[in-house]
């Protein structure tokens, strides 16, 4: 539990990040790209708190559903409110749109990276080996 937490974490800051470089340089654009990343993020606090406690397959259930209707939400949200501006601009729209969802698949690859997650010396594998045996 706590590596999804530290990985909910790296994914805001992302997420901040990814809200001041738009702000500076895509102004139009910031709306949504927070838009983005707090669904996201929300959908990653919903998958956490099914997880705890009895784990149960409605509970996963539910939560599948409500993080797709939430995605087909924004995605008709953005299309409707961009849809008289031009082509460009609802592509350019959708491109941060899911720059801000994907803030917590950047989150996942920032914390497999070897600067923030260090495999421990004498870490057991799962066949009984050591892991400094494999090398």
Do not use: C
Request: net charge positive; hydrophobic share 50%.
């Amino acid at each position: 539990m706590k590596k999804m937490y530290t990985i909910s974490i790296i994914a805001f800051i992302y997420s901040l990040i990814l809200a001041l470089i738009t702000f500076l340089f895509f102004r139009e654009y910031l709306l949504w790209a927070i838009l983005g990343s707090a669904v996201a993020l929300f959908n990653n606090s919903l998958a956490t708190q099914s997880l705890k406690g009895k784990f149960t397959t409605q509970k996963v259930v539910t939560n599948l559903v409500t993080r797709y209707i939430l995605y087909t939400i924004i995605v008709a949200i953005v299309y409707f409110d961009t849809k008289d501006l031009g082509t460009t601009t609802m592509i350019y729209s959708y491109i941060f749109l899911l720059l801000g969802i994907f803030s917590l698949k950047i989150g996942i690859f920032i914390y497999h990276t070897p600067l923030i997650k260090k495999e421990d010396e004498g870490e057991v594998m799962k066949d009984g080996t050591d892991s400094s045996d494999a090398s």
